[in-house]
Every structure is written in structure tokens, then in C-alpha cells.
């Protein structure tokens, strides 16, 4: 089970720092990822990180969001910077079924959700 939290309501420019808790013994060993989805929009990629920690972006996140994991408290994090009103978003934890993200769009445990709303 993947618990999301941290989303709110900030200015452009702000910044938020979302977590997601994962029960269970086993998250040290899966890769991680963030998703997020528009109103209207399909759920798009944000980040992901590996078990061994290699991290990856969306291009449109590159420089200003950071994905972490602290295998000790089994929980994934997602420091995002200079935020924009287009980040707005449900942002969604997820786990992969694998270590390695390797580019997959395969989620075998998805989190419920927070929403961030960014105002301009």
C-alpha cells in the first residue's frame, strides 16, 4: 500500500515536498516512480528511481523536481522547485515491478493521490 501526502496550494516560483509511505517489507527492492495528471489530461510521467537510487526525469520536470527514497523509512519523496501553474496536478506514487525503471509504463501498485495546485 503507497500513502501520498505533502500536495497544496502554492504560488509560482514556491515550492512543495511530496512523500509517499510504503507498507510492507519489500520497497528497498522495487523502483519508484511520481506521476501526475491535469484535469482533462491523461497521467503522465514525472520521475522514477531505481532501487539503487539512478533517477530519471520528464523533460518538462528536468532541473527543478528531485526524486529521493529513504529505504530505512521505507518512503519515496519529490522535492519540487520553481514550481508553475503547469504543474498542477494529482500526483501519484507508484511502484514498478522491477528494480530498475527502464523507461516502463508497467505499475503494479499505484498511491491514491495529492493534489497540487499551483497559482500564478
Known amino acids: 500500500q503507497l500513502q501520498a501526502s505533502g500536495g497544496g496550494l502554492v504560488q509560482a516560483g514556491g515550492s512543495l515536498r511530496l512523500s509517499c509511505a510504503a507498507s510492507?517489507?519489500?520497497?528497498?527492492?522495487?523502483?519508484m516512480g511520481w506521476f501526475r495528471q491535469a484535469p482533462g489530461k491523461e497521467r503522465d510521467f514525472v520521475a522514477a528511481?531505481?532501487?539503487?537510487?539512478?533517477?530519471y526525469y520528464a523533460d518538462s520536470v528536468k532541473g527543478r523536481f528531485t526524486i529521493s527514497r529513504d529505504n530505512t523509512k521505507n518512503t519515496l519523496y519529490l522535492q519540487m522547485n520553481r514550481l508553475k501553474p503547469d504543474d498542477t496536478a494529482v500526483y501519484y506514487c507508484?511502484?514498478?515491478?522491477?528494480?530498475?525503471?527502464?523507461?516502463?509504463?508497467?505499475?503494479?501498485?499505484w498511491g491514491q493521490g495529492t493534489l497540487v495546485t499551483v497559482s500564478s
Open positions: 510492507g517489507r519489500t520497497f528497498s527492492s522495487y523502483a
Open positions: 528511481i531505481n532501487s539503487g537510487g539512478t533517477s
Open positions: 507508484a511502484r514498478f515491478p522491477n528494480p530498475y525503471y527502464g523507461g516502463s509504463r508497467t505499475i503494479d501498485y
